[in-house]
């Protein structure tokens, strides 16, 4: 009789862990479904969005200024560094030298060095146009620099 | 569309950190040639700050709102020549812009020898309206 209900413990006991065996993978493969369905709906999600992005033209007024700014096109680095160390020492030359009291004589060459004067000071930290005005003050004015 | 605002502005934060990063990348790069070739005393280098909180305008980043200069010069510069670099750089009107569109409110040069340096708001030298 002991035998007996020990067997009948025995098959109720396996019977028991397969049942909860079975239950375990039921759940881990919903689980498996319900993370690929997310993936896939997040993924729409940035799909659709990004396409709309692309679609929609900018109303922002930075985005607008950004886009001007670009338009422009690069910003000549090479100048503005150049112009921190060089820019003085030839804008204090070119001041004294293009100067239109040193043409008194001459109205012509006066009114030339008045313009090449004034533009001279408009572009006291541009190297770059610094230059160009020396190149057009030797020509013009026929100055020594 | 909540969700789509929010996604537009994190596309435009990330495009913006780019184009930030490349603006300084550039700089540095250029200081670097105009060094190496021999058309510069000192070698000048770019980065990142916190910047001044009082130089704000309404495009300012909440914070890394400076553009900050070091010159590499190894010897202490006088004010003078440390104004002339900062004013070089206001005078390009393009760069300022970009500067301004990207975020930047402050401009910072400062030498590498020493605690003295320069700070400009970039809002001033916008030229609005000329």
């Known amino acids: ?145 | 569309m909540p969700l789509a605002n929010l996604w537009n502005r994190i596309l435009s934060w990330f495009r913006e950190r780019n184009d930030r990063l490349q603006l300084v990348n550039d700089f540095n790069m250029a200081a670097r040639q105009a060094w190496v070739a021999g058309y510069v005393p000192s070698c000048l280098k770019a980065s990142i700050s916190h910047g001044c909180s009082d130089y704000r305008h309404s495009f300012s980043r909440w914070m890394a709102s400076g553009f900050r200069i070091c010159v590499l010069s190894g010897a202490q510069l006088s004010k003078q020549d440390i104004k002339y670099i900062g004013e070089a750089i206001l005078s390009n009107e393009q760069l300022v812009r970009q500067l301004v569109v990207l975020g930047w409110d402050t401009l910072e040069v400062h030498c590498d020898v020493g605690n003295y340096g320069c700070r400009w708001a970039l809002k001033d030298h916008l030229m609005l309206g000329c």
């Open chain 1, 1 to 145: 009789m002991a035998m007996e209900s020990l067997d009948t413990l025995k098959i109720v006991s396996d019977s028991l862990s397969n049942v909860s065996q079975q239950a375990g993978n039921s759940d881990s493969h919903t689980w498996i479904w319900i993370i690929v369905v997310s993936v896939i709906a997040i993924l729409l999600i940035v799909i659709i969005l990004v396409h709309r992005r692309w679609k929609t033209k900018p109303v922002d007024k930075l985005d607008i200024l950004k886009q001007q700014a670009k338009a422009d096109g690069k910003v000549d680095f090479d100048n503005v560094i150049a112009s921190g160390f060089l820019a003085k020492k030839l804008y204090d030359t070119l001041k004294v030298e293009c100067h239109p009291d040193k043409f008194p004589l001459d109205d012509e060459k006066n009114a030339i060095a008045t313009d090449i004067f004034q533009r001279i000071k408009q572009n006291e930290h541009n190297v770059g146009e610094l230059n160009k005005l020396k190149e057009e003050a030797i020509s013009k004015l026929n100055i020594n620099l």
